[in-house]
């Protein structure tokens, strides 16, 4: 089993920039892929970005240059640094990670984007 929590979630004026991590109770950043996910409510869970275990990143349309995922394996931690923040990005956001079927979720962290 593997606990995944994430943090730095909070309230954040638009165009600002806010950091989510994500930290695993053991170390598995090596080997699982990793995403960040968000889902407002009543609508599905959406990816925003995801990193390879080997590094490879990826992101949805609407956060690509305004956000960036990253991850410390030595820290056992992934982060989503974003920039330029939108009050259409304000959800709750979700860390995730898979390999070979096993997948694992975060409890969520609420971003909210307002003046």
């Known amino acids: 089993q593997v606990q995944l929590v994430e943090s730095g979630g909070g309230l954040v004026q638009p165009g600002g920039s806010l950091r989510l991590s994500c930290t695993a109770s053991r170390s598995i950043f090596s080997i699982y892929n990793m995403g960040w996910y968000r889902q407002a409510p009543g609508k599905q869970r959406d990816v925003v970005a995801t990193?390879?275990?080997?590094?490879?990143?990826n992101y949805a349309d609407s956060v690509k240059g305004r956000f960036t995922i990253s991850k410390d394996n030595a820290k056992n931690t992934a982060y989503l640094k974003m920039k330029g923040v939108k009050p259409e990005d304000t959800t709750v956001y979700y860390c995730?990670?898979?390999?070979?079927?096993?997948?694992?979720w975060g409890q969520g962290t609420q971003v909210t984007v307002s003046s």
């Open positions: 995730r990670a898979d390999r070979f079927g096993s997948t694992y």
């Open positions: 990193i390879a275990s080997g590094g490879r990143t």
